[in-house]
């Protein structure tokens, strides 16, 4: 399997611009997650969804932010319009249902917001 | 809400063992993981314990949990320059009926040569 895959990997936008990041999760998992990663905060959970259905979105930061999954195979990360303070690293994440619940995480995307 | 705390920065010399330290709040944690993240990359799974265990080892790295401080470790052994890289302790806790992950700000361990 190659892995969970994002891209792009390096966006640079000006401020107000809308930005969409894209996921494609490990096949056969049922879980996928998107973080932000700063370095003040450390990680931080979004917002993740089972079977395509978002079920916790509580991470949100606010409704500049948006996520879907309209397959199993395919998720984006939609901020609009964005902000200098959106720069970050967007991982996305997946897993499956099972008993250890570990995560494997893609490359992430690097989002400079000018 | 949970809380995971690491330290910020360790510096070895290739060759040493490191020891990399975790401590966590939440004691209904089932399962408990360390990541590793290489610059410019994701995070990656390197092990994890469940919270029943004491000890796991994998080559040359060894979990400790201490369930009564909430305390866990990771030591690696003959650290090499390669080893060098931010590692992150993490806890699962449940949320909406499906565990998620708590993850501390992430320990940069530097190994010289």
């Known amino acids: 399997d190659a892995g969970v895959i994002q891209s792009p990997r390096h966006e640079v936008t000006e401020m107000g611009q809308e930005v969409t990041l894209r996921c494609k999760p490990i096949?056969?998992?049922?879980?996928l997650f998107w973080y932000r990663q700063t370095m003040m905060r450390g990680l931080e959970l979004l917002i993740y969804?089972?079977?395509?259905?978002?079920?916790?979105d509580s991470g949100m930061p606010e409704d500049r932010f948006s996520a879907k999954m309209p397959n199993a195979s395919f998720s984006t990360l939609k901020i609009q319009p964005s902000e200098p303070r959106d720069s970050a690293v967007y991982f996305c994440a997946s897993s499956s249902t099972g008993t250890a619940y570990e995560q494997y995480f893609g490359p992430g995307t690097r989002l400079t917001v000018t | 809400g949970e809380d995971v705390e690491q330290s910020l920065f360790l510096s070895v010399r290739e060759g040493d063992s490191s020891v990399i330290n975790c401590t966590y709040t939440d004691s209904s944690s089932t399962y408990l993981y360390w990541y590793k993240q290489e610059p410019g990359a994701g995070l990656q799974l390197l092990t994890y314990?469940?919270?029943?265990?004491d000890m796991k080892q994998d080559q040359r790295l060894t979990v400790l949990l201490n369930k009564k401080d909430k305390h866990l470790s990771l030591r690696i052994a003959d650290t090499q320059t390669g080893d060098s890289a931010i590692y992150f302790c993490a806890e699962s806790g449940m949320n909406s009926g499906y565990s998620t992950l708590t993850f501390g700000k992430g320990t940069m361990l530097l190994v010289s040569p």
């Open positions: 314990i469940f919270s029943n265990m």
């Open positions: 096949s056969g998992h049922d879980y």
């Open positions: 969804f089972n079977n395509n259905v978002p079920i916790d």
